[in-house]
């Protein structure tokens, strides 16, 4: 199979190759996956560049990618749930960094496995798995309900657009910081748009002068504002910073979760959850799609198509 593989680590694409690559084994409880999409997210430069070293067993050649859509076309012994054909999207993380999304093909661990929803094409159901578990997970722990007034730092972005319409569809007042130029697409989401920078805090106590009861950061570096906005009693979570750990906050890593999966993908069937796509590539510029994320400032989901 054609895939991107790496070597070693390294700061930047100089060591992405695009080559032929052994087809993936199947074990016991996995399904093989044709990927028809695969989204990239932060963290697939950043274990490029050893950011995860000291965390997750790395085993070179690394094909890169958390994030899948594609068509079931072979299952191992003892995988009932699921059969060639099938349409799905998983959470592809694996125990070890190795065998990624970034290719024709992938096992994945059948629990970490849902049914594609229906409303979203492939691309869009790319973008739904890391980033849709993230938004939820943060909710949860966050305990979003109709009574809150929930802050999403980040809202423009990948996690953040899904955690505003999950915070709606909750029934919670979103208010998401975002550049001024995402602030229609904002909106569009249901939340209240406010320009991120400084006088952060100043504009969001205009907008909630008694303060927000819920702060969702997926950001980093927004403990400080975070802090100075937060009502008595409110509670803060941060996907990128660990330090709000010693301020009552949670830091969130979400694990694959075909179960959870499957309630996102049954939200956006209903109409209450979509996945903005910024741009797609084809596999061979996977490079190009990592540069773009590095950015920070991409609206939504890149998403790469072997």
Known sequence: ???????????????????????PKVGPGQVLIQVR???????????????LDGMMDTVFPVIPGWDVAGVVVRTGPDTPEFA?????????????????????????SAPSVARKPAALDWAQAAGLPLAGL?????????????????????????????AVQLGRDLGARVIGTASERNHAFVRELGGEPVSYGDGLAERVRALAPDGVSAVADFVGGQLE????????????????????????GHWIWVRPDGARLAEL???????????????TFPLDRTGEAFDASRTGHTRGKLVVVP
């Not at 060639?84 to 994945?108: L, N």
């Not at 330090?243 to 009552?248: A, D, I, L, M, S």
């Not at 993908?265 to 741009?279: F, H, K, S, W």
């Open 1 to 23: 199979m054609r895939a991107i593989t790496y070597d070693s680590y390294a700061p930047d694409n100089s060591v992405l190759r695009y080559g032929e690559h052994p087809d």
């Open 37 to 51: 999409a695969a989204a990239v997210n932060p963290v697939d430069w950043k274990i490029m560049a050893g950011g």
């Open 84 to 108: 060639p054909g099938d349409e799905v999207i998983a959470y592809a993380r694996k125990e070890a960094v190795q065998a990624g999304t970034f290719a024709e093909y992938v096992a994945v």
């Open 134 to 162: 993230t938004a939820l997970r943060s909710l949860e722990q966050l305990a979003v309900g109709p009574a809150d007034v929930l802050l999403v730092h980040g809202a423009a972005g990948g996690v953040g657009s899904l």
């Open 225 to 248: 504002t975070t802090l100075a906005v937060l009502a008595d009693g409110g509670r803060h979570v941060s996907v990128a910073d660990p330090q709000v750990e010693q301020h009552g």
């Open 265 to 279: 993908a049954a939200i956006a069937d209903r109409g209450a959850l979509t996945v903005e796509v910024a741009q």
